[in-house]
């Protein structure tokens, strides 16, 4: 028998006994040992951590890496501690304390490799032996320190084990043995956090030390190379039965199938540690392009060398879920590539956010049609051609020709969402049976971690569009007042909130203010927003005082569920009277800034409870302003930091809102930078500014008219009078038509009392017509033979806006008219 040819052997395993030990205990051991492998930074801090890493020290990955390596290998003391180890180890010298080579190794004040053997733990059976090895690393990246490590227990030979005893781990040139090349092609599968330029130079450095043996003699050394998982009962049966084969005494069938059962029993256990560290690597997030990311970089290049992954074109652009089977039509978008190969040879010929469909003579079809995963063991050219036809004027066959390829589908709820090709280079072995289930699964984990992701984006989306089209489109100018507002979506939490703002037309030029915050975040946080915002508008248009308003609202939560609580600040702007009405359902309070001083401070408001917590009354606060204060409201995701207390944030409310500045919008924007760039906020931010402008009194006439049917043609001359004084002329015979049409319908309709008449010019031309009755006018349609019901078809006509609304004396019916720009 070739033992040279034998797949069971270790690389380099010794098949002559040159040196007097005894050929069974020779044969115990083995060159091929399970390896833990640590990656030490320059600051002493672990980089990486394999799982054997795992399994001899005792900590998990999470848990070990950017922790000092110092206190993760708890040697005691060097081996040995007894006089018969001792003695074994005399021709040794170079061997030292295992705790003072590696601390100088990892503190870099080496330049050489450094081995040795140790104990770990406390004196005792549990006590473990480990042989280690040390290299020193240099180059652009941060790694500066190898280190490997095993358990001599798998070299121990159940009938003796005083060779074990003698063994010292150490160094030596990889080419004096056959097959010692083999730790270049291993060590990298057991370091999948590297890079493959990383990976290769600290290969290329451990072979240039000398590569790790293990040494009976001066003369007598075995290489070492990782175990990938094979248990060490199997590694005996194994050395065994070719031992007895080799003497002519062959085991028998049975003890053969057993072996192979271990082997195969190991083959399982390693894909199920990948599956198992690949599932805590994927999934991190609801991110949906974060996730793609992680997918495709778990399997590169442990499991394979290539892998690029596509979507489906609802996937992508997060909308439902696909509907249908796909067909040879379906459009597939290329999210993800990562691969093992030098940079940029896969970019220009298969870029990311690529789309396009599969034909039906494609292993890719195949797959995402019957939902399995397709094995090609190795890419033919005919099939290479075929797969080429697809990419114009792109010649792919050189980068996937002879590679053998997996492709496993990527579903959720038997829907096929998208799949990955995964190809390995055609030195490495072949994808098999194993492998097929391999991937399978993770397609099936992956799968799962993309439909959430897709899920959440898809509800994410829906809730943005929702708070979207319920955020109110506010115009920059009021009657008195500029208004600048700005809308900030949650960081840490869901995107989507239920902070809110508004503002409303109420008669007399008054202006309704409201900033309202919805708790909680989501889609249903969103719609309740938007019931409140809209029961906000209806009842402002009322005109009801703040705090009645705030009363009807809390009432309104309560009669809609319990899930209904929010806060709100509600403010009415009257730019005649200089004066601000306001009232608050449990909302942080507002910020004044004077015009005059330049100053700002915090409106001092009753708190009130918030809407739909119910029996709490509101109450109205008056707050006097001149023209050129600015009202400031939010909510309380601007203010409110994790970890800090929330009068800092109301602090630097204040301070941030009295900083000079040339625009409303460059208010706003310094506000927000001065409390969004602390860090931490979690929440959605509404900000609502507003500049009281005022209006003068000089742009105020006012008149009270007698009940009498000469009220129409006093009000005519009154009107065209005070327009000509105002420069007007324009609009002249349109508001005395309209003006006419109004005190009209009031002296007919009214049961008693006076007539108020008022003129009010800003932007606009603001013409109210009140009077003592509470029923308020409808548009009606008028016939032929009709001789009333034209009037405010009339004013529907003419004005640029109208309006009525009850007040506590009666009603009040308004009109607007467009003024042409004033000069100067």
Request: negative net charge; proline residues 7%; contains cysteine.
């Amino acid at each position: 028998m070739d033992r040279s040819r034998d797949p069971l052997r270790g690389p380099g395993e010794p098949m002559e006994q040159g040196n007097g030990q005894e050929p069974d205990a020779q044969q115990a051991l083995t060159g091929r040992i399970p390896l833990a492998v640590v990656v030490v930074d320059g600051a002493g801090l672990v980089s990486h951590w394999s799982t054997g890493a795992r399994r001899l020290f005792g900590h998990a990955r999470d848990e070990a890496v950017g922790r000092p390596a110092a206190d993760l290998l708890p040697v005691s003391g060097a081996l040995p501690d007894e006089p018969r180890a001792v003695a074994a180890y005399e021709d040794y010298d170079a061997y030292r304390d295992f705790g003072a080579d590696l601390e100088a190794s990892l503190g870099g004040r080496t330049s050489y490799p450094a081995a040795g053997r140790a104990r770990l733990g406390e004196p005792g059976p549990d006590r473990i032996d480990v042989l280690w090895w040390a290299y020193p690393l240099v180059g652009p990246g941060p790694e500066r320190l190898l280190v490997l490590a095993a358990d001599t227990a798998g070299l121990h030979q159940e009938e003796d084990e005083s060779v074990v005893e003698r063994i010292a781990p150490g160094f030596a040139l990889h080419t004096e043995f056959d097959g010692a090349d083999e730790l270049a092609r291993r060590l990298p599968e057991i370091l999948p956090s590297m890079s493959v330029g990383e990976s290769s130079r600290i290969v290329s450095q451990v072979l240039e030390l000398g590569y790790p043996v293990l040494e009976f003699s001066q003369s007598d050394r075995v290489p070492v190379t990782p175990d990938w998982g094979v248990p060490r009962r199997a590694e005996r049966r194994a050395r065994r039965q070719r031992a007895q084969a080799a003497a002519g005494n062959p085991q028998p069938r049975a003890a053969r199938d057993e072996v192979e059962q271990d082997l195969e029993y190991a083959a399982v256990r390693e894909h199920l540690e990948f599956l198992n560290e690949v599932s805590g690597r994927i999934g991190t997030s609801l991110d949906l392009a974060q996730t793609i990311i992680e997918v495709s970089r778990a399997v590169v290049p442990r499991f394979t060398d290539v892998a690029g992954t596509y979507l489906r074109e609802q996937v992508v652009a997060g909308e439902g879920f696909p509907d249908g089977a796909p067909d040879a039509t379906t459009m597939w978008h290329r999210v993800a590539l990562e691969h093992t190969d030098e940079p940029g040879r896969w970019d220009d010929v298969v870029p990311v956010g690529e789309s396009m469909p599969f034909p039906v003579h494609t292993p890719f079809f195949q797959c995402m049609t019957t939902g399995q995963p397709v094995l090609v063991p190795r890419i033919s050219e005919e099939m290479g051609t075929k797969i080429a036809a697809q990419f114009e004027k792109r010649d792919i066959r050189p980068l996937i020709s002879n590679r053998s390829m997996l492709v496993v589908p990527l579903k959720a709820r038997n829907v096929v969402l998208g799949f990955m090709i995964l190809l390995r280079h055609p030195e490495r072995p072949v994808f098999n049976d194993m492998d097929r289930v391999t991937g399978a699964e993770l397609a099936a984990r992956a799968g799962l971690v993309l439909d959430n992701a897709r899920m959440y984006t898809y509800q994410e989306s829906v809730a943005e569009t929702l708070q979207d089209s319920m955020l109110p489109h506010i115009a920059p100018r009021m009657a008195g007042c500029d208004i600048a507002t700005r809308y900030l979506p949650g960081t840490l939490l869901g995107r989507v909130g239920g902070d809110w703002f508004d503002s409303v037309k109420l008669p007399g030029a008054r202006t309704a203010l409201v900033v309202g915050d919805v708790m909680g975040h989501g889609l249903n946080s969103a719609a309740m927003m938007g019931q409140l915002r809209t029961a906000v508008q209806t009842m402002a248009a009322l005109d009801l005082p703040p705090a009645q308003l705030l009363r009807n609202l809390d009432d309104l939560a309560q009669r809609l569920g319990d899930q209904y609580l929010a806060t709100c600040l509600y403010a009415v702007y009257d730019p005649i009277a200089g004066e601000l009405q306001m009232a608050n359902a449990g909302h942080i309070p507002p910020v004044i800034v004077r015009a005059d001083d330049g100053r700002s401070e915090l409106l001092e408001l009753p708190t009130g409870a918030p809407i739909g917590v119910g029996g709490v009354p509101f109450e109205t606060v008056r707050v006097p302003v001149e023209p050129g204060d600015r009202l400031v409201m939010c909510t309380d995701g601007l203010v409110e930091m994790r970890g800090e207390d929330i009068g800092v944030g109301l602090a630097t409310l204040c301070e941030s809102a009295a900083h000079p500045a040339a625009s409303m919008d460059d208010a706003c924007d310094t506000i927000i930078r001065a409390l969004n760039t602390r860090g931490g906020r979690k929440d959605d931010v509404a900000l609502l500014m507003a500049r009281l402008n005022g209006v003068t009194q000089e742009d105020v006439a006012h008149w009270q008219l007698d009940r009498e049917p000469r009220a129409a043609g006093r009000a005519r001359r009154l009107v065209r009078e005070q327009l000509a004084g105002w420069g007007l002329g324009a609009v002249v015979e349109n508001a005395e038509l309209l003006v006419s049409e109004l005190v009209t319908n009031a002296v007919r309709h009214a049961g008693g009392g006076r007539i108020d008449l008022r003129l009010v010019r800003t932007d606009v031309l603001l013409c109210e017509v009140e009077d003592a009755e509470h029923s308020l006018p409808t548009l009606c349609s008028a016939g032929p033979e009709d001789e009333a019901g034209r009037g405010l078809s009339v004013v529907e006509r003419l004005a640029r806006e109208w309006g009525a609304s009850r007040s506590a004396a009666g009603k009040s019916v308004w009109f607007e008219l467009g003024l042409p720009r004033r000069r100067g």
